[in-house]
């Protein structure tokens, strides 16, 4: 029954933007894209009637590299209760390649469209926020 309520105010939410938000078959994630910059991921965990929300926010560059803890603190201090992006976690992927923003809560908490797009621009800020952050105090060099 949740996952058909979810089902239905994600219909909602992609008929009112415009924006097509279908599960994909294999994987059972939705994407999307945001403004033409933030791709949003919304998965339906079925056996914890859970939903996943996850964005890619950007490359972490290698764990070698000199400056790889200061940016491991940076996204510590930003996901700290109060900060830029508390409402998220903010993880290196299973590579620890790429960062990525996410966050989880239950389908009973997912009753509106109000809801679901207030936590989707939750979510968009968040990946903004650190992306912002990253190319102010970690500007790419040049080789």
């Not at 089902?7 to 939705?30: C, F, K, W, Y």
């Not at 998220?88 to 966050?103: C, K, R």
Request: glycine share 6%; hydrophobic share 45%; net charge negative.
């Amino acid at each position: 029954m949740l996952k058909e309520q979810f089902s239905q105010i994600l219909q909602e939410l992609s008929d009112l933007t415009g924006v097509e938000m279908r599960p994909n078959e294999e994987t059972g994630a939705t994407t999307f894209l945001i403004d033409s910059e933030v791709i949003v991921n919304l998965t339906y965990l079925d056996e914890s009637d859970t939903i996943l929300i996850f964005s890619p926010v950007g490359g972490f560059g290698k764990l070698t590299d000199a400056d790889a803890g200061a940016k491991a603190l940076a996204l510590l201090k930003l996901t700290d209760i109060g900060r830029e992006c508390g409402h998220v976690t903010l993880a290196l992927d299973e590579d620890a390649e790429l960062v990525l923003a996410m966050d989880r809560r239950s389908a009973l908490t997912i009753t509106t469209v109000d809801i679901l797009a207030a936590w989707v621009e939750f979510l968009v800020q968040a990946v903004r926020t650190t992306r912002e952050y990253f190319s102010e105090h970690f500007p790419l060099q040049e080789e």
